[in-house]
């Protein structure tokens, strides 16, 4: 059973950070890409950033150069930094995983994390 189990999430001023993890239950290598989304009340589920199993990453323009995905291989674990942070950053961040190929494909999601952004 894959799990992604995500954490750091909570309250922080505009202009401030936090780091978001998410743990896997099997190493990370087995994975083709990682993902973060969020998903603001009212709205749908977008794509914040990327790293690829080569270690590629990609990120929504909302986000760039504010925002870092990283990966520590060692602990099964993929971050995301968030700096620089403001009101419309608020919303449930969800880590995401997919594996296989073809008809083995599988996507795997955490549970969520609150990020809230608010004086």
């Known amino acids: 059973q894959v799990q992604l189990v995500e954490s750091g999430g909570g309250l922080v001023q505009p202009g401030g950070s936090l780091r978001l993890s998410c743990a896997a239950s099997?190493?990370?290598?087995?994975?083709?890409?990682m993902y973060w989304f969020r998903q603001a009340p009212g709205k749908q589920r977008e794509l914040v950033a990327t790293m690829t199993s080569s270690g590629s990453t990609f990120y929504a323009d909302s986000v760039k150069g504010r925002f870092t995905i990283s990966r520590d291989n060692a602990k099964n674990t993929v971050y995301l930094q968030m700096n620089a942070l403001k009101p419309e950053d608020t919303a449930v961040y969800y880590c995401?995983?997919?594996?296989?190929?073809?008809?083995?494909?599988?996507?795997?999601w955490g549970q969520g994390t609150q990020v809230t952004v608010s004086s």
């Open positions: 995401k995983g997919n594996k296989g190929y073809g008809a083995s494909w599988s996507d795997y």
């Open positions: 099997l190493s990370i290598f087995n994975f083709n890409a």
